[in-house]
């Protein structure tokens, strides 16, 4: 086990620091922290180094320093959309000490008087604030980390355009220090100046006969843009359940389209990702407004066919064949790059497309099914049924 070197002290606004962080800046060798961190620590006797500019530097220079003892200061707990969850993807976790103190989505809730397992907790600082769209919700209460005091009025024009103009706002400029102020305000009528370090609470209120969209798959397909070519509302959540979306997990989406699969793979759970493979710019272009305005503006759109495209693309943890199956390669190069207990699923709507899917399931097992929608439409002054085009579905989960 590697010894701790580097220790990460939360504080507050205060200039308090977590328990047990006066010791380690007493015994730290150099210290790292932005500006106002290091003046309210007050004194101490360690190098005392601000970030470096652009701010990715920091990672090098932290490594150079091995075999001194660093300290980090840094806003409530690191470890909470802090700079804890950066540092980990550079160093080991047997090589830091953490020291949190608490947090602004704590202080938040509790000036609030909201329970904060009840609350959402989200941060778009440094990210964009399209991802809010995901997280909308009639009766929720958010807890929002921004940038800076620009991006309240940009929530509350986001807020208003997705008919939640009725929301209450209430800001939370520099909790915990001897600035702290609190105002609130309607989404919809939002005209007030806000200090760049703050929290944001909104209570959500939905327009009367707000259209709801869930995280749950199966969204209509009237809210995505598209040219007719796209995995329709009934067989998409089908297919989404084959893949079983879960935290953290990455998508290959092959034959994006429109991009309704992999965003309804990004709305299902957390920090999952997804890579959508789409020859076509236009169907690029709808496949990147839709995340947007759907709330996974994360979505990553590459410009490439399979199975060329595929090479040197991160190991996913589900497949989606929606396109592609024209180059029967595709199906193999997609299982050999998949995870141990990953999920492959290809549609077909095609003879010539469902004669690869048969060769696939005779050869490898999984489960093949026939899935027919009809629905029911005018018949002169009647009613009847009208079938979409049927879609064979090839499901595979790898031992």
Known sequence: MTAPWLTLIGMGEDGILAPGGRDALAGADIVYGGARHLELAGAFAAEKRSWPSPFSDVFSQLDALKGKSVAILASGDPMWFGIGSSLLCHFKADEMTVLPSLSAFQLAAARMGWALQKCECLS?????????????????????????????????????????????????????????????????????????????????????????????????????????????????????????????????????????VAIEWLRAAQRTRAIGLEPHAERRRMAAENAVALGVPHLELVDAVAPEGLEGLPRPDAVFIGGGLSEPETLDVALRALSSGGRLVANAVTLESEAVLLKSYQKTGGTLRKLSIHRASPVGELTGWRPAMPVTQWSFTKP
């Open 124 to 260: 778009v600082h440094g990210r964009p604030v399209d991802l809010l769209r995901c997280a909308l919700y009639p009766g929720a209460r958010l807890l929002v980390l921004t940038s800076n005091g620009e991006a309240v009025r940009q929530i509350a024009d986001l807020l208003a355009d997705e008919g939640y103009g009725r929301s209450r706002m209430t800001v939370l400029e520099h909790l915990g220090g001897d600035r702290e102020r609190h105002f609130s305000g309607v989404a919809e009528d939002w005209s007030q100046d806000v200090a760049d370090l703050h929290t944001l609470a909104v209570d959500l209120v939905a327009e009367p006969g707000l259209r709801f969209r869930p995280r749950t798959a199966g969204l209509a397909d009237d809210v995505f843009h598209h040219d007719g070519k796209m995995t329709k509302q009934e067989v998409r959540a089908i297919t989404l359940a084959e893949l079983k979306p879960h935290p953290g997990a990455l998508l290959w989406d092959i034959g994006a389209g429109c991009g309704s």
